[in-house]
């Protein structure tokens, strides 16, 4: 007992010290290795769904109508099962490499999607884009919490969830901008230069160290996750909508998910290196987070989706118009990450602040529920910015818990597995908030009982002319809804 406790005393003093010179070493430089990885979150976070207004557009040029959610779906699909594989790769064998390799792969899946002839190279392409993008989140955070002291957190994780709020709901609005401007490839562009800005800095700027590899890559427990996000997002967006709850189709993912995830958590139990270790739930603090950070992507994303749309069908607004009637609930989610970020960094105490922004979501969210065809636009404002203060006050506080919770060797494997059950909520959130979207149709029966002159009609959209033969076809216009 004594020989082991030694033993385990001294790997934890060495751990202590091998931090503490890794964020001496990067102290001088912190600013800008904090402009790279902000760089890197900025354009994974635009990447999920700067396309979702140009949808139509690209439609125009490269045909495949049938195919073109697949533009939004591969990317967060793909960036959903990146997170845990790269998050227990950094813990192995080390962050500076995997976080490197993920801005050349998400520029190359730039460059791929912005000269594509073809629907199905662009989806290719934003494969790429989401499986780079889930890279740089999770690296972006791990790195953080290796170069910046666990006091000092709050403050820059606060700027990380603002800039994320940020660009999410910027996404849809930058892109109705590049389709009406320059072109929606522009869309793509963009990312070059910044990729190879944050490039350039984490080669010369950032210090990490290179950790022996401890242990084999769990293979199968990636495998059996794979399987398991796949088949359980693709039930969630598919179910109610595109097929029948009891369609075959339906019935046959909810298996394959079901079984795949019973095997993933029998493989965990017994695997020597597992891919997210089943003792992370016996920590009381991972799990809260988990669930909190699951239902926080719910609501988030579920909002972001059912909001413009009743702005769009309610007030016809145009696509772009109503994702700037966003902007309140981005500028409360920006000042609160900034704000409760920088108390945290001051007090040391965040245990509250999750709990603070979970009931005011929750306030929130029944405010948004009672919307009604005559809630005038202002009002809505108030209620999405009341939805953004509770999101920034709680959002990033939730990585941060989870962080200062497990060792710095652990901590891309408990971060990466933290984002990875909130994107599922994610993705999750949208079609869960169409399919129970009810408020919509009770507004359109109300607008039916009013003079012609006065109905509720959507803003005209005319299919691009190259497309519109498919719109014929297809007797609708095509759903612009990605996960």
Known sequence: MTSTTTVNGSDNTARMETAAKVVAENRSHIGIIFLALILTMLMSSLGQ????????????????????????????????????????LGDMIGRKGLFMMGIVLFMFGSILGAIAHSMNLLIAARAFQGFAGGTL???????????????????????????????????????????????WRWGLWVNVPLGLIALAVT??????PRRSNVGRFDYLGATLLTVAASTLILTTTWGGTQYAWTSGT????????????????????R?????????????????????????LGIAMFGTMAYIPTYLQMVHSMSPTAAGLMMTPMMVGMLLMSIFVGQIISRTGKYRFYPVVGLLIMSVALYLL???????????????LFIMGFGLGTGMQVLVL???????????????????FFRQIGARSGPPSSARSSSKGCRIWQASASLPPSSRLRPPPRRPPPSSHSAWVRKGSRPSRSGL
Do not use: C
Request: glycine letters at 10%; charged letters at 10%; a neutral charge.
């Open 49 to 88: 769904m700067i396309f979702s207004t140009a949808l139509p557009t690209i439609v125009g040029e490269l045909g495949g109508v049938d195919h073109m959610s697949w533009v939004i779906s591969a990317f967060l699909l793909t960036q959903t099962i990146a997170m845990p594989v790269i998050g227990k």
């Open 137 to 183: 989140m999770v690296s972006s955070q791990s790195i953080l919490a290796e170069v910046v002291p666990a006091r000092q957190r709050g403050k820059y994780m606060g700027i990380i969830g603002a800039v994320f709020g940020f660009s999410s709901v910027l996404g849809p609005v930058l892109g109705g901008w590049f389709t009406d401007g320059p072109g």
């Open 203 to 208: 080669a010369v700027f950032l210090k990490l």
């Open 250 to 269: 339906i019935l046959t993912l909810i298996a394959v998910s079901a079984v795949a995830w019973a095997l993933f958590i029998f493989t965990e139990r």
């Open 271 to 295: 695997a020597a290196n597992p891919l997210i270790p089943m003792h992370l739930f016996q920590t009381r603090n991972f799990v809260l987070t988990t669930v909190a950070g699951l239902i």
């Open 369 to 383: 529920s009672t919307l009604e065809s005559s809630t005038p636009l202002w009002q809505a404002g108030i209620y």
């Open 401 to 419: 818990i989870v962080q200062n919770s497990f060792p710095v060797v652990m901590v891309g494997t408990a971060t990466a597995a933290n984002n």
